[in-house]
Nanobody
């Protein structure tokens, strides 16, 4: 059974930094693209960043430079380092694992999310 468990969220002041983690268990391996998405109250879920098993990354253009995604394949963990945080970064941050390909090969899983609140 696949599980994605996020941790590390919390309250941080504007301009501060925070690192959130996602521990994957079950059949998740480096064939999966791991990613972070976020959803603020009343808004649609949006992409933050993704990383392949080989380490190729993709970021939302508005976040590139402040956020960094990384991955530890040996421990099946993906991280999101967030710097220079702003109030508009306040959201529930969700971990995602996706395997792309033919229909029989595709898989997608979501974590429960970790809340990040940026406020003074």
């Amino acid at each position: 059974q696949v599980q994605l468990v996020e941790s590390g969220g919390g309250l941080v002041q504007p301009g501060g930094s925070l690192r959130v983690s996602c521990a994957a268990s079950g059949s998740i391996d480096n064939t999966y693209i791991m990613g972070w998405y976020r959803q603020a109250p009343g808004k649609q879920r949006e992409l933050v960043a993704t990383i392949t098993g080989g380490g190729s990354t993709n970021y939302a253009s508005s976040l590139k430079g402040r956020f960094t995604i990384s991955r530890d394949n040996a421990n099946n963990t993906v991280y999101l380092q967030m710097n220079s945080l702003k109030s508009e970064d306040t959201a529930d941050y969700l971990c995602n694992a996706e395997r792309v390909g033919p229909a029989w090969y595709k898989r997608m899983y979501w974590g429960q999310g970790t809340q990040v609140t940026v406020s003074s």
